[in-house]
């Protein structure tokens, strides 16, 4: 019955790398590589990852600079940067592009703050939507006689616990992420 909580636990864990992940899209007024994930190019005869047709350097902390491998592809990548939606203007100088990332108003810090509190929230939810289907299942067994009464007890006790801890590590890094926000 173990097995239970561990899956919880393994379920939860992916929740916490998905929201890790989902935070990186997130500008926060500091250049970051992970800005430019996703973004594709047609590049020859297909569609590639910008960072299999450049090289992407943060030379400042408000800038990335992509060097195109070929510079017959520069049109292409600012093309590509334009039709995403990460809001930032390529300007290109024949052989690199540079992207400089603006300061945040006050106002836009706070929005994007939100915006965090939302994504934070919405991780919390999958990880006790984790428990209850956990607990679901070890009612289910107890009702099957399947597990002692304390045991289940035990183990939902466990499931709370893990759930409480995988919430406190989601509360540490959406306040990681609003801090480093709200530096100008």
Not at 45 to 53: A, F, I
Not at 55 to 61: F, V, Y
Not at 72 to 85: C, G, M, N, P, Y
Not at 127 to 148: C, F, G, H, M
């Amino acid at each position: 019955m173990d097995e239970v909580i561990l899956a919880m636990s393994e379920k939860m864990e992916k929740s916490i790398e998905a929201y890790r992940h989902g935070l990186t899209r997130v500008r926060t007024g500091r250049a970051s590589l992970s800005l430019l994930d996703g973004i594709k190019v047609e590049a020859y005869g297909s569609s590639m990852p910008l960072n299999q047709v450049a090289t992407l350097t943060i030379p400042e902390s408000r800038m990335i600079v992509i060097q195109p491998w070929d510079t017959q592809q520069l049109s292409a990548i600012e093309k590509a940067i334009h039709a995403s939606d990460i809001g930032l203007n390529p300007s290109g100088d024949g052989k690199v592009i540079r992207l400089v990332i603006p300061q945040f108003t006050e106002e836009r810090r706070k929005e994007m703050v939100k915006q965090v509190k939302k994504i934070s929230e919405e991780y919390r939810v999958a990880v006790r939507n984790s428990r209850r289907e956990a607990i679901d299942t070890l009612k289910s067994l107890k009702n099957a006689k399947q597990l002692p009464e304390d045991d289940f007890f035990r183990l939902q006790d466990d499931a709370q616990q893990e759930t409480d801890r995988f919430i406190e590590q989601i509360d540490r890094i959406m306040a990681e992420k609003e801090k480093e926000m709200m530096a100008v």
